[in-house]
Nanobody, 112 residues
Framework: VQLQASGGGLVQAGGSLRLSCAAS????????MGWYRQAPGKQRGLVAT???????NYADSVKGRFTISRDNVKNTVYLQMNSLKPEDTAVYYC???????WGQGTQVTVSS
């Protein structure tokens, strides 16, 4: 199984980005997924999760600003990020909650 995150970039505070994470293999639709982020000098932390059935959950720091969704036909999980803040700057990763494998992340930089 491979995970490839994309969609990161440089954006001004208040702007938006949409991250995508494509998963290879046939297990995607059966598994809960998560988005994590790691800022420089900080530990990697959970941003949002979504169950195989589509139920989302969010860290308090992103509630009301970020939306996680998934397309089980395209084997892809998304993270729509609105009202971005400089403190959202980090490398963002997606992951199967059940497995320990980490794919390649995507850099998000929010300028003030």
């Amino acid at each position: 199984v491979q995970l490839q995150a994309s969609g990161g970039g440089l954006v001004q505070a208040g702007g938006s980005l949409r991250l995508s994470c494509a998963a290879s293999g046939s297990i995607f639709r059966f598994n809960d997924m998560g988005w994590y982020r790691q800022a420089p000098g900080k530990q990697r932390g959970l941003v949002a999760t979504i169950t195989s059935g589509g139920t989302p959950n969010y860290a308090d720091s992103v509630k009301g600003r970020f939306t996680i969704s998934r397309d089980n036909v395209k084997n892809t999980v998304y993270l729509q990020m609105n009202s971005l803040k400089p403190e959202d700057t980090a490398v963002y990763y997606c992951k199967f909650l059940k497995y320990s494998y980490w794919g390649q992340g995507t850099q998000v930089t929010v300028s003030s």
